[in-house]
């Protein structure tokens, strides 16, 4: 058993700092951290000649990999797109030498030397092999006791990073992946020798129960047949990282010789703290080995369960708001190892709202979990394997298997250690997956267990033997339909047209109860949103560690070549800003629906591989990107949210706009009683018409609170106006954006205006004559010349989407990321818009094409441009004009007539009508009639695009 670590309180200027869980007289230590001789073995020779031998010419500081040490192949191809590039490259053996003293005081001793995380590996004392070990996901640890006696010695070690391992975690699992952690060599974390007495504590593993308010411990004792007669255990719990003092009762077990097992019950009395995201009070029980021994394991009083469909912490029904991780660490390419970095994550996390953490293929290290048991974040680790699930594959078998034995042995203390998963969206073998998590269960009882995250894409709907279910859907495809699906947004590969939010009437009624109705499990939404951002260039300055970032450079300069580098800036705002909102749709259709366990984004922060995912509000550094503040992010994604339902979010005046208001409460606080105040605002923030409610509610989970009708009869313009939400005497509030029209008809248009559905001679005349033309081209005719319309920005990324579409013969998406406007254009007169895509837009968007501009100058710009992806690149627009031979053209690239029964699409017609009455449409781009036809006829240059594939599909 590994020795088993404590965090220790430092209470000064509120700093909590990491000590040695061990008791330097009966554990010392030789740390090995520094200066070690290095050699990459890149022809594979060094077993052969014996290397463990020899002296090496180079020398490496450890922790640290090849990478942060600037060794193996230094990187010169600067053409990947498809992640950020490692600036050194190595993948092989590299063997690493050291010499230690080992002092007087050790004879007799067993000592172990740790590497905290490594590759396999292979250890030489003196060039004596001491083993090997291929745990990845936890310690390496050697018993030296054979080959270390005091005086000098050399050690030796060669990790491996090659084909040391199964092969379908090369490629796949976050615990190799070159698209975020890297496949490095190296160690990294803890690096040190231990001496402790023969007779020591080998095993400590605590089962808390909040229920009992006790916690059990299953202690094992090594070499316990040389136990002195009359020894005595002593444990004692302290809480430690509360302002809460609670301490409890120090007790003594005689032990009995050569009995090494010991399970006993600890109570901590009425008093106890519990463990929570609400208050994650950590107990540290000293267990004292007298004259052998002494330990101190941090534990949290908790039961994480589930009832009736949902999560329970502590009896009380919780939510998930999840993000996934990936192990996105650019600057060192690999997992952090300290509890600092890990804080600083958690409470970012913690600052949009978040409760939970998804680590998809991988399991982090030890400081991830310490991290979480401080902050109160509830973890899913998971084995690191993404692929099928075969019985024949026994090496693979085996080597997850014995990976996931050591996770629960390692880390099943960790409070925040609530859920585990056998890898992301498996296929294969449900009987062996079945019986893993049978095994797993057996072995550690603290945790709930899942097959996997989103096994067989959901197909598979709900299986026997899963304590929850993390899934996008519950059950097969059917058809169009989105019944059974559990988030609101898929790739075209996926869904129909990407699912509900791209294909739904804009409205904040939609839920997925008729998915989870009936499964008897927790459902967890699976990596929720993926809603792709343009690049944030400006971020390139910060890539100064390990990872260099030329895929920003290339999509910048396939950016530049296409004549729109200076709107790079306003790309990334309008797709980001209008993500934002996607997410926040998407996060309140899940809080919405009853039952429902919680969600796991895709992301809050980058994703910067798989073809470069830019779908966070967050940097690949967990950095605002300016988007979204947290405290807006919080209106929606929080323990306690308000929330107001409606059919749609465009009305007219006439209209009575009505809604219900809802509360998804999963606080530890009782609102009932309370009042929920709503106050509808104009566009300059003065109030419309305001109210209040009572809250009544007794329970947690959903609750109607009421139904409202505000007044809009008065607003006679077109405007946007919000509708705010505030439970007074609290920070939770909500904000929703709504549109207010008149009740008008599409006004026909006067005989200076000409509107036209094709490019013909009574066209060309009118233009001719210098009248002013409204055009609205036939999207069939003009199919070669256009893209399709998409609501939402690209799903995940379009290269990666695109591939799978085509090879599985279904339409692709679109591709686009939403629209670029300027709010202040006079065409927008009668029709209030964002710079960005917003509800509004749905019905014009879902009927546009928008058309190929590529061959127009680098300055021109559409009225109404659509944001093309970082493959094709295209100047794209949906409404534009032109100076032609004498007239004035304003061309909209939308079949307004199939959507005009809703009123913001009137109104776009008419403000549009209006613009071209007025003085304001002077188009400054002359076309002739010849290059207008050649515009919308010739072919456009389509750069090739690569084919990336993905192991699900």
Not at 290 to 296: A, L, M, R, T
Not at 399 to 406: D, P, Q, S, V
Not at 643 to 653: A, D, G, Q, R, S
Not at 776 to 790: C, E, H, K, M, R
Request: aromatic share 12%; proline share 4%.
């Amino acid at each position: 058993m590994k020795p088993i670590r404590f965090i220790a309180l430092l209470i000064l200027s509120a700093l909590v700092s990491r000590a040695t869980a061990t008791d330097n007289a009966m554990r010392p230590r030789i740390d090995l951290q520094g200066m070690w001789q290095f050699e990459l073995d890149a022809q594979n020779k060094g077993l052969a000649e014996q290397w463990q031998l020899k002296p090496f010419s180079d020398a490496v500081t450890l922790p640290g990999t090849t990478d942060t040490n600037q060794k193996g192949v230094r990187n010169t191809s600067k053409n990947e797109t498809t992640h950020l590039s490692r600036v050194y490259k190595y993948v092989g053996k590299a063997w690493y030498k050291k010499e230690v003293t080992i002092p007087d005081d050790w004879r007799g001793k067993e000592i172990v030397l740790t590497l905290e995380r490594t590759k396999p590996s292979h250890v030489w004392i003196d060039g004596v092999s001491a083993g090997k070990n291929d745990n990845i996901s936890t310690p390496q640890v050697y018993d030296l006791s054979a080959l270390l006696s005091p005086g000098h010695h050399e050690i030796t070690v060669l990790v491996d990073n090659g084909e040391s391992v199964p092969r379908q975690l090369l490629s796949n699992s976050h615990a190799y992946t070159e698209s975020t952690q890297t496949n490095w060599n190296g160690i990294i974390g803890e690096l040190f020798l231990e001496a402790r007495n023969r007779v020591h504590l080998k095993s400590l593993q605590l089962y808390p129960s909040a229920a009992q308010k006790s916690v059990e411990l299953k202690i094992e004792i090594a070499h316990a047949d040389k136990l002195a007669d009359g020894t005595v255990l002593e444990l004692q719990a302290t809480a430690w990282n509360t302002s809460k003092k609670h301490r409890g009762k120090r007790i003594k077990l005689h032990l009995i010789q050569g009995q090494s097992e010991y399970t006993l019950q600890y109570p901590l009395g009425e008093k106890a703290l519990l463990w929570s995201e609400f208050s994650p009070a950590l107990y540290a029980m000293e267990i004292v080995l007298k004259g052998y021994d002494k330990q101190i394991v941090n534990f949290g009083l908790r039961d994480f369960k589930t009832l009736d469909g949902q999560f329970t912490i502590n009896g009380q029904t919780t939510f998930l708001r999840g993000k996934h991780d990936a192990c996105v660490f650019p600057l060192t390419a690999h997992t952090p190892m300290n509890v600092e970095e890990w804080r600083r994550y958690f409470q970012i996390c913690k600052s949009y709202g978040i409760n939970h953490c998804r680590f998809h293929s991988w399991c982090p290290p030890r400081a991830c979990f310490e991290a979480a048991d401080i902050e109160g974040i509830y973890l899913q680790p998971e084995l690191p394997f993404w692929g099928s699930l075969k019985r024949s594959e026994t090496y693979l078998v085996d080597f997850l298997r014995k990976e996931g034995a050591n996770i629960q042995q390692e880390y099943g203390n960790h409070a925040s250690f609530v859920m585990f998963a056998l890898g992301n969206e498996l296929s294969g073998d449900l009987d062996l997956m079945r019986e893993f998590t049978d095994s797993f269960r057996q072995m550690d009882s603290r945790h709930l267990y899942a097959f996997g995250s989103n096994n067989f894409l959901g197909t598979k709907g709900v299986v026997d033997g899963e304590d929850y279910l993390v899934t996008c859907k519950i059950g097969p495809r059917e058809g169009n339909s989105y019944r059974n699906h559990v988030r609101g947004s898929f790739s075209y590969a996926d869904a129909y047209e990407g699912g509900y939010i791209n294909n739904t009437y804009p409205n904040s009624q939609m839920t997925f109860n008729e998915a989870v109705a009936h499964c008897p499990v927790p459902v967890v939404s699976h990596e929720t949103g993926q809603f792709q951002v343009y690049p944030h260039y400006a971020e390139m300055e910060k890539y100064t560690g390990v990872l260099a970032p030329w895929n920003f450079e290339i999509f910048r300069n396939r950016l530049q070549e296409a004549g729109m580098l200076d709107q790079a800036d306003d790309f990334f705002k309008a797709s980001g800003r209008w993500a934002a909102q996607l997410y926040k749709a998407d996060i309140e259709m899940d809080l919405r629906t009853e039952k429902l366990g919680g969600f796991q984004l895709l992301d809050l922060q980058d994703y910067p591989g798989q073809g470069s995912a830019y779908v966070g509000m967050l940097d690949a550094f967990m950095d605002s990107k300016g988007l979204v503040s947290p405290e807006e992010w919080r209106e929606f994604c929080n323990d306690v949210v308000p929330l107001f339902i409606t059919e749609k979010f465009c009305w007219t005046n006439r209209e009575t706009l009505s809604g219900q208001l809802k509360i998804a409460d999963y606080s530890n606080r009782n609102l009932n009683g309370k009042t929920l105040r709503w106050t509808l605002k104009d566009n300059t923030g003065a109030p419309i018409d305001q109210g209040t409610l009572k809250i009544r509610t007794t329970g947690k989970g959903l609750s109607t609170i009421g139904v409202i009708t505000p007044h809009i009869a008065s607003i006679t313009r077109a405007q946007k106006v919000c509708l705010e939400l505030l439970i007074e005497g609290t920070d939770y509030k909500n904000h929703y954006a709504l549109w207010v029209y008149p009740d008008e008809e599409i006004q026909a248009p006067d005989e200076a205006i000409y509107i036209s559905k094709q490019l013909d001679e009574r066209m060309i005349n009118e233009l001719r004559k210098g009248n002013r033309v409204l055009w609205f081209p036939d999207s069939a005719t003009y199919a070669s010349q256009t893209v399709g319309g998409l609501f939402q920005t690209d799903y995940w990324n379009y290269r990666m989407f695109k591939s799978i579409c085509d090879r599985i013969g279904c339409p692709a998406s679109p591709g686009t990321l939403g629209l670029l406007t300027s709010p202040e254009h006079p065409l927008f007169t009668r029709f209030p818009t964002d710079s960005h895509t917003n509800w509004q837009w749905y019905s014009i968007i879902k009927q546009s094409y928008p058309l190929i501009l590529d061959r127009m100058p680098a300055a021109y710009r559409p009225i109404v441009q659509v944001i093309d992806n970082v493959e094709r690149n295209h100047k794209l627009g949906l409404i534009f004009e032109f100076n032609v031979e004498g007239g004035k053209l304003l061309i909209c690239m939308a079949n307004l007539d199939n959507v005009k029964d809703k009123p913001e699409v009137r109104s776009l017609y008419n403000s549009m009508i209006q613009y071209m009455k007025s003085s304001a449409f002077s188009p400054n781009t002359n076309l002739s009639i010849e290059a207008l036809t050649d515009l919308f006829t010739q072919e456009n240059d389509t750069e090739k695009i690569e084919i990336l594939d993905n192991i699900s599909y």
